[in-house]
C-alpha cells in the first residue's frame, strides 16, 4: 500500500508542488490556481525519484499484475513509465498528444502488439480528459487498459464523473487532500489560506483568485 501523506511531503520537500493563494499561478488552460504541481522536480532529486518510482511500481505490481505493457505519456509521464518499466522488466512505449508531423507521424512510440494489457502512467490528473483520450487512443490501436496509475491527483468531480463512466480504474500516490494535510502539518499554509485553498478546488473553472 502506498502512504498518500508520506508522498505529498516528498513533493512539498523537493518544490514539487507550491502553495500560492495570496499569487495565483494560471494554468495553461487559463485557470486562476493556488497550485502549481510539476512533478518534473522530482527526476533532479535522486532519492526521492527512486521513493516515487519504487512507489509507482508497488502499484503496478499490487493493482496491474498482469500488465503486459507500460504507457507513459507525453511529456511529463514518460520518465515514469521508463523507470516503471525498466524496474519491472516490462515493455515501454510513450503516447504524444498529436501524430508527429514528420517522419512517421507516430503518435504512439515503441512496439506493441493488439490484444497485450497496458497499464498507463501519468504524472498528474487534473480534468481527466487528456488522460482519457491517450486511453481511448490506446484501445483503438487494440491494447487492453488495465489502469491508470498517477503520481497525483486534484481529485476534481469531473475527473472523478470521467473515470467512472469510463470504467478505466486510476491509481494515484497522493492528492489534493492529503497535500493540504501535510502542508498544513508542516505550518506551510497560514491561518485563513486553508479555505482559499477549499474553495478553489470546490469550482477551479470558476475560481478568480483572492478576493
Given at each position: 500500500?502506498?502512504?498518500?501523506?508520506?508522498?505529498?511531503?516528498?513533493?512539498?520537500?523537493?518544490?514539487?508542488?507550491?502553495?500560492?493563494?495570496?499569487?495565483?499561478?494560471?494554468?495553461?488552460?487559463?485557470?486562476?490556481?493556488?497550485?502549481?504541481?510539476?512533478?518534473?522536480?522530482?527526476?533532479?532529486?535522486?532519492?526521492?525519484?527512486?521513493?516515487?518510482?519504487?512507489?509507482?511500481?508497488?502499484?503496478?505490481?499490487?493493482?496491474?499484475?498482469?500488465?503486459?505493457?507500460?504507457?507513459?505519456?507525453?511529456?511529463?509521464?514518460?520518465?515514469?513509465?521508463?523507470?516503471?518499466?525498466?524496474?519491472?522488466?516490462?515493455?515501454?512505449?510513450?503516447?504524444?498528444?498529436?501524430?508527429?508531423?514528420h517522419g512517421l507521424g507516430n503518435q504512439i512510440e515503441g512496439e506493441f502488439e493488439p490484444g497485450q494489457?497496458?497499464?498507463?502512467?501519468?504524472?498528474?490528473?487534473?480534468?481527466?480528459?487528456?488522460?482519457?483520450?491517450?486511453?481511448?487512443?490506446?484501445?483503438?490501436?487494440?491494447?487492453?487498459?488495465?489502469?491508470?496509475?498517477?503520481?497525483?491527483?486534484?481529485?476534481?468531480?469531473?475527473?472523478?464523473?470521467?473515470?467512472?463512466?469510463?470504467?478505466?480504474?486510476?491509481?494515484?500516490?497522493?492528492?489534493?487532500?492529503?497535500?493540504?494535510?501535510?502542508?498544513?502539518?508542516?505550518?506551510?499554509?497560514?491561518?485563513?489560506?486553508?479555505?482559499?485553498?477549499?474553495?478553489?478546488?470546490?469550482?477551479?473553472?470558476?475560481?478568480?483568485?483572492?478576493?
Open positions: 500500500m502506498t502512504d498518500a501523506l508520506l508522498t505529498a511531503e516528498k513533493l512539498l520537500q523537493v518544490q514539487a508542488v507550491k502553495l500560492r493563494p495570496s499569487e495565483p499561478f494560471t494554468w495553461a488552460s487559463g485557470w486562476k490556481s493556488p497550485i502549481y504541481c510539476d512533478n518534473r522536480k522530482i527526476l533532479s532529486h535522486p532519492y526521492v525519484r527512486d521513493f516515487i518510482k519504487s512507489e509507482l511500481c508497488n502499484v503496478v505490481f499490487e493493482k496491474f499484475a498482469g500488465a503486459q505493457l507500460v504507457a507513459g505519456v507525453a511529456t511529463a509521464g514518460i520518465p515514469w513509465g521508463a523507470l516503471v518499466a525498466d524496474q519491472l522488466k516490462l515493455p515501454f512505449i510513450y503516447v504524444r498528444p498529436k501524430p508527429k508531423e494489457e497496458v497499464v498507463v502512467i501519468e504524472d498528474l490528473v487534473s480534468t481527466g480528459k487528456s488522460s482519457l483520450q491517450v486511453v481511448q487512443l490506446l484501445q483503438e490501436r487494440g491494447l487492453r487498459i488495465g489502469g491508470m496509475v498517477s503520481i497525483f491527483n486534484y481529485r476534481f468531480d469531473a475527473a472523478e464523473k470521467a473515470f467512472a463512466e469510463s470504467g478505466v480504474a486510476l491509481h494515484s500516490l497522493t492528492d489534493y487532500p492529503a497535500l493540504l494535510e501535510s502542508a498544513q502539518g508542516k505550518g506551510l499554509i497560514e491561518a485563513g489560506q486553508q479555505e482559499i485553498l477549499l474553495k478553489w478546488r470546490a469550482d477551479p473553472a470558476n475560481w478568480s483568485g483572492v478576493e
